[in-house]
């Protein structure tokens, strides 16, 4: 093994050279980014990117980095165009790189509305130039902004709208917010924290057109005729893999590039990030059929599972993870771990009646598989441990008592600290 190719210079790309420099491997390393930027953390670009004063600077590295620590070739601005399998090539604009190693880390694309295309005004938010626009949009004399989709990038844009002093709408497909994300209950839990803050909030409807006045984005007509007025519109409506460039290739496509337990999707190819479809045999017993995340934390894992077994496929072995995720939304956070799905959702900490804090823990086949936390954040990383370790529903309850004693014990505490703040003397009536 003497070359490594990584085509993704996003999060997973990154911790693939990584990896594979801090375990000693001193072959060549290629990282080949569609983007003409320095690898970047994404998950700021929804969230403090646009909430900012001044724009932070969120690349991971800088490019000598790359060059002297990491001894890494960067290939940016120009996508792959396709991969030969059996040569074991990749094209790269009119040059053919050969790798004896390849890990395909390509993330995904932002859904669009059609017809949008060329109305100002109307953003998506995947790449940091999609942010740097929008952020100027937001700030550029705006009064109102709609979201179309209630997805956790949409909803982080409504928070920072209505943070911005903006008036903003959602307008959400689904008759429940976030239902296939974290099931109906807690899908209407956090459609309150938008309410609670005066976002609007439109569930079950269809946007028919986007309407435009000189070329600017002026309302959104739904299927039923009503008109949104709006200054700024945001499609927040998901993303498909980046997968175009493999058709042809041989490797297998469906939602993602299919892979075996291993992320191997080929002799010498690996899949890593948005992009990777696999069986997570964690959830083998609850959940059938493969699974792919748009998630931080799994993009930055697979992408060094992926590059250590494509420079030695000796060593590799299943990659099993917990999924998790977290959002940010009017000064609070939202954390998901695991998956939701089950028969039973029980809120264990809190009240989720209006939205927060509380933490609800999910149930399958008798042992727990998800818990939800908002504005808890202690509470969520004890039962990611749980579910990893496949422990049991009475596992999970009698830790959620464990956890209700101790913060009981907690606030007790602090209340007795604050009536010996207030009567140091410690005299009673």
């Not at 109906?184 to 986007?210: N, P, S």
């Not at 309302?219 to 009503?226: M, P, Q, S, Y």
């Not at 609800?360 to 939800?372: D, S």
């Not at 703040?421 to 009536?429: F, I, L, M, N």
Request: glycine share 12%; proline share 4%; hydrophobic share 40%.
């Amino acid at each position: 093994m003497t070359r490594l190719v990584v085509v993704g210079a996003s999060l997973a790309g990154l911790r693939a050279v990584e990896a594979v420099r801090r375990d000693g491997f001193d072959g060549e390393v290629t990282l080949v980014g569609a983007e003409e930027h320095l690898p970047y953390d994404r998950p700021p670009l929804s969230k403090e990117y646009l909430a900012a004063d001044e724009s932070p600077d969120p690349r991971y590295r800088e490019e000598e980095t790359f060059a002297g620590d990491l001894d890494v070739e960067l290939l940016l601005g120009t996508p792959a165009s396709a991969l030969d399998t059996a040569a074991r090539t990749v094209t790269v604009g009119d040059r053919t790189v050969s790798y004896d190693g390849l890990v395909i880390a390509t993330g995904a694309h932002a859904r669009t509305l059609p017809g949008t295309e060329g109305i100002a005004g109307v953003h998506t938010v995947r790449t940091l130039d999609d942010a740097i626009a929008l952020r100027a949009a937001l700030r550029g004399g705006a009064s109102r902004l709609t979201v179309v989709g209630a997805g956790f990038i949409g909803s982080e844009v409504a928070s920072v709208g209505r943070g911005l002093g903006l008036e903003v709408t959602i307008l959400e497909a689904l008759e429940t917010p976030l239902a296939r994300a974290v099931g109906e209950r807690m899908g209407r839990a956090l459609t309150h924290l938008h309410r609670r803050r005066g976002t609007e909030v439109r569930t079950g409807v269809a946007v028919d057109e986007v309407l435009a006045e000189d070329g600017r984005v002026r309302a959104v007509r739904l299927a039923d005729g009503t008109e949104i007025a709006t200054d700024v519109l945001v499609v927040g409506i998901g993303a498909r893999p980046a997968t175009d460039w493999l058709e042809g290739s041989g490797l297998s496509l469906d939602d993602g590039v299919i892979a075996d337990e291993t992320l191997a999707a080929a002799p010498g190819v690996y899949v890593a990030g948005d992009v990777a479809r696999w069986p997570n045999a964690l959830f083998s017993d609850v959940a059938a059929g493969t699974m792919r995340l748009e998630h931080w934390t799994s993009a930055a894992e697979q992408g060094g599972r992926a590059a250590r077994h494509a420079v030695d496929p000796a060593v590799a072995k299943p990659y099993e993870t917990v999924p998790y995720f977290w959002s940010d939304w009017y000064g609070g956070r939202v954390q998901f771990v695991g998956i939701a799905v089950g028969d039973h959702v029980e809120v264990v900490a809190g009240d989720d009646a209006e939205g927060g804090p509380f933490t609800a823990i999910y149930r399958a086949g008798g042992r727990i598989v998800g818990a939800l936390a908002v504005d808890m954040p202690a509470e969520v990383m004890k039962y990611r441990r749980l579910i990893g370790k496949r422990q049991t529903w009475d596992d999970a309850l009698e830790l959620a008592e464990q956890r209700r004693a101790q913060r009981a014990e907690k606030q007790a505490a602090q209340q007795e600290e604050q009536q010996q703040t207030a009567d140091p003397s410690g005299a009673t009536a």
